[in-house]
T-cell receptor, first 114, second 112 residues
Framework: NAGVTQTPKFRILKIGQSMTLQCTQD?????MYWYRQDPGMGLKLIYY???????DKGEVPNGYNVSRSTTEDFPLRLELAAPSQTSVYFC?????????????FGPGTRLLVL | AQSVTQLDSQVPVFEEAPVELRCNYS??????LFWYVQYPNQGLQLLLK??????LVESINGFEAEFNKSQTSFHLRKPSVHISDTAEYFC??????????FGKGTRLSVIA
């Protein structure tokens, strides 16, 4: 099991450019999440998905889009990059059944928007 | 809605001293509680979790946390810290089928 993988690890964008952050999990988890982490602010939920074809907004969705065409993949799209989107982005997947609950995080993508 | 408050943003402590990182939560439904650790320039790793049963939960590296429903707390403790425990610690809460909600984190600095 590779767990949760994210690409790229680092990226520098110019204002107005677009990019897609890739996230893949090989654990057949239904739940997947995108968070952003800013210094002193903890992790804030951008979007999440409870299964293929189903997505929903989190706390800070503006400026982002997601899709979930397969159980394994949950890409995050930035259409018009802004300096406020400079952050570290974490993807996660979750296994939950009854009282068994485990969430796994990817290694993160560091994004700088100039 | 659920929320988490980590009362200390930074906690310096000498090596081999005890430490407590405080976490309070707010939720109108039954909760699952978690502590995650993030070492410098790395992702988040699960340290321990409370789902049900015994209110005292332990990790493999000597940390423990106690779920206190009446005080809505889930404080993290370790009786003797090591330099290698220097990291940022995040408390998180979720419910059944709801996403994790994180606190802002506590930066633990262990001083030799």
């Amino acid at each position: 099991n590779a767990g949760v993988t994210q690409t790229p690890k680092f990226r520098i964008l110019k204002i107005g450019q677009s990019m897609t952050l890739q996230c893949t999990q090989d654990m057949n988890h239904n739940y997947m999440y995108w968070y952003r982490q800013d210094p002193g602010m903890g992790l804030k939920l951008i979007y999440y998905s409870v299964g293929a074809g189903i997505t929903d907004k989190g706390e800070v969705p503006n400026g982002y889009n997601v899709s979930r065409s397969t159980t394994e993949d949950f890409p995050l799209r930035l259409e018009l990059a802004a300096p406020s989107q400079t952050s570290v982005y974490f993807c996660a997947s979750r296994y939950q059944t009854g009282v068994q609950e485990t969430q796994y995080f990817g290694p993160g993508t560091r994004l700088l928007v100039l | 809605a659920q929320s988490v408050t980590q009362l200390d943003s930074q906690v310096p402590v000498f090596e081999e001293a005890p430490v407590e990182l405080r976490c309070n939560y707010s939720s109108s439904v039954s909760v699952y509680l978690f502590w995650y650790v993030q070492y410098p320039n790395q992702g988040l790793q699960l340290l321990l979790k409370y789902l049900s049963g015994s209110t005292l939960v332990e990790s493999i590296n000597g940390f423990e946390a106690e779920f206190n429903k009446s005080q809505t707390s889930f404080h993290l403790r370790k009786p003797s810290v090591h330099i290698s425990d220097t990291a940022e610690y995040f408390c998180a809460v979720s419910g059944v089928n709801t996403p994790l909600v994180f606190g802002k984190g506590t930066r633990l600095s262990v001083i030799a």
